[in-house]
């Protein structure tokens, strides 16, 4: 079974609408980190946010916003007012440090195409 | 600050050949990470490094790929013989401790076999 789920492979937008990228994880443990990652064309993945399983507070960062909710295992990214630039690949990614080895466990990415 | 440099960014060999990329992890962090990204998927852990010592290697394919940190601070991550399916991204990240602290990466090797 996937530990990390991103069931949009692709959406695309037109400018300055909102959108939200669905992130579903799978764990056994109760101590776990969530990540979102940007990837854009040059291939770098930009690291946003980092989250640990005891805070469920949403967070926005200017234009960002992030959803974790433990009752349903997700943790969604909307962007708000999309631009052009937000065009990427995006990933959501778990780690699980209980083991002794926090490796990151990635989505398959959902690819936003903003377009003008 | 600088971040994860990493040497070759773009290589093409043949399959059977051998290829080396190089990875310098930000200074200070003693977690270093090596994932191989197939075009159209997302990152895959191959092994994990705490210091010089290896944490995670459980998804390396030890038959031809190795990897090395020797010194707890750069490291190697060689394929000998390549095969066709190896052609990926390799991408290196680092990150202060094995803790679920964030972990940065690094622009990538971008690996063809042909």
């Known amino acids: 079974a996937q530990k990390v789920t991103q069931a949009q492979t692709e959406i695309s937008v037109v400018e300055k609408e909102d959108v939200t990228l669905d992130c579903v994880y799978e764990?056994?443990?109760?101590?776990?980190?969530l990540f979102w990652y940007k990837q854009p064309p040059s291939g770098e993945l930009v690291f946003l946010i980092r989250r640990n399983s005891f805070d469920e507070q949403n967070e926005i960062s200017g234009r960002y916003s992030w959803n974790f909710q433990k009752s349903t295992s997700s943790f969604n990214f909307t962007i708000t007012a999309s631009q052009v630039v937000d065009s990427a690949v995006y990933f959501c990614?778990?780690?699980?440090?209980?083991?002794?080895?926090?490796?990151?466990?990635f989505g398959k990415g959902t690819h936003l195409i903003i377009q003008p | 600050e600088a971040g994860v440099a990493q040497s070759p960014r773009y290589k093409i060999i043949e399959k059977r050949q051998s290829v080396a990329f190089w990875c310098n992890p930000i200074?200070?962090?003693?977690?270093l990470y090596w994932y191989q990204q197939i075009l159209g998927q997302g990152p895959k852990l191959l092994i994990q490094?705490?210091?010089?010592?290896?944490?995670?290697d459980s998804q390396l394919p030890k038959d031809r790929f190795s990897a090395e940190r020797l010194k707890g601070v750069d490291s190697t991550l060689k394929i000998q013989p390549a095969k066709l399916e190896d052609s990926a991204v390799y991408l290196c990240?680092?990150?202060?401790?094995?803790?679920?602290?964030?972990?940065?990466f690094g622009e990538g090797s971008w690996l063809t076999v042909v």
């Open positions: 764990t056994r443990d109760t101590t776990y980190y």
């Open positions: 200074s200070g962090h003693a977690t």
């Open positions: 990240a680092s990150s202060l401790d094995r803790t679920g602290n964030t972990i940065y």
């Open positions: 990614a778990l780690s699980e440090p209980g083991r002794g080895a926090d490796g990151l466990t």
């Open positions: 490094f705490q210091n010089n010592g290896v944490v995670d």
